[in-house]
């Protein structure tokens, strides 16, 4: 298959506690964006639901399920895919229910879903304070989703400081990589796009990541959603409110930083043991 080009749209929104608004609000967005012209629609991390932990737990509904059939909804009546960032999954564990995200193909159906591997257990000094597997059950498995021939590797959030994945992804194939996320503002303002630039270079990938903005009292997201070329330049990044940027991708300008910087075929494993 020869170079692909897919028009993305990343929805910035700022979910609150009201599950059932949160999820038409995002559904409504979507619906723009694809409007707009977008293939690909992508959403942030926790869509469904900011707010006290039970509140989190509470929201959990099965996938698919109430809170996807919407996008679904959206995603068949444009001929769209849909990257739901993530949305609270029930698990075995009531307390602890997934954190799940979920790509939705033009026809409608579910093509692929991700388990948030690395949950956020972080205690920053005047900062946030957080402990999310006191809440979610971790998932175990990579995933790299076809869309439309372009090879989407789907990560989410606190992921984003664990490059081994995104390693493992581009070595799986991963030509984009999605980072929907909620992260803090905090540690957004020196942390967010320094990270996703660097996902993007070490890779030779397309990065793509859509964000809460806003959010409760006391831990405001930092937002600015942004899209990521395989060289580390950000080509859309969103305003400090609800908004929705657009962007298209190539995958020839991945096969071109691959091709001037191997970094991928350059690796050896090998000699990366100590001791």
């Known amino acids: ?22 999820v038409a609000r995002a559904a409504e967005l979507a619906g723009t964006a694809a409007t707009a012209g977008a293939r690909l629609v992508a959403l942030p991390e926790y869509l469904q639901y900011r707010g006290p ?8 509904r099965p996938i698919p ?3 996807t059939e919407p996008f679904s909804i959206v995603a068949a009546r444009h001929g769209c895919w849909i990257l739901a960032g993530s949305l609270a999954e029930t698990s075995e564990d009531p307390a602890r229910p997934y954190n799940t995200s979920v790509l939705i193909g033009p026809d409608g159906a579910i093509r692929a879903r991700y388990r948030k591997i690395h949950l956020f257990d972080v205690a920053v000094d005047d900062g946030p304070a957080d402990v999310e597997s006191a809440r979610v059950t ?19 959030c606190y992921d984003l400081r664990f490059p081994e994945l995104y390693r ?20 957004g303002r020196d942390h967010w796009e320094v990270l996703l630039r660097a996902r993007a270079i070490e890779n030779g990938a397309w990065v793509i990541a859509p964000s809460q903005i806003g959010g409760p009292p006391g831990q405001p997201a930092f937002g600015r959603s942004m899209v990521i070329d395989p060289w580390g330049i950000v080509v859309a990044q969103a305003p400090d409110r609800e908004s ?5 991708i190539d995958t020839d300008r991945v096969a071109a930083v691959r091709r001037q910087i191997p970094a991928l075929a350059n690796r050896r494993p090998a000699a990366y043991r100590l001791g």
């Open 244 to 248: 929705i940027v657009h962007a298209v």
């Open 53 to 60: 932990d039970d509140g989190f737990r509470a929201s959990a």
């Open 138 to 156: 971790g998932g175990d498995e990579p995933v790299v989703a076809d869309v439309e021939g372009v090879a989407l590797g789907m990560t989410i």
């Open 1 to 22: 298959m020869g170079p692909v080009e897919l028009s993305v749209a990343l929805v910035q929104v700022n979910a609150g506690t009201d599950p059932d608004a949160n």
């Open 168 to 187: 493992t992804l581009a070595l799986a194939g991963a030509e984009v990589l999605a980072v929907p996320s909620n992260f803090t503002e905090r540690t």
């Open 65 to 67: 399920g109430p809170f």
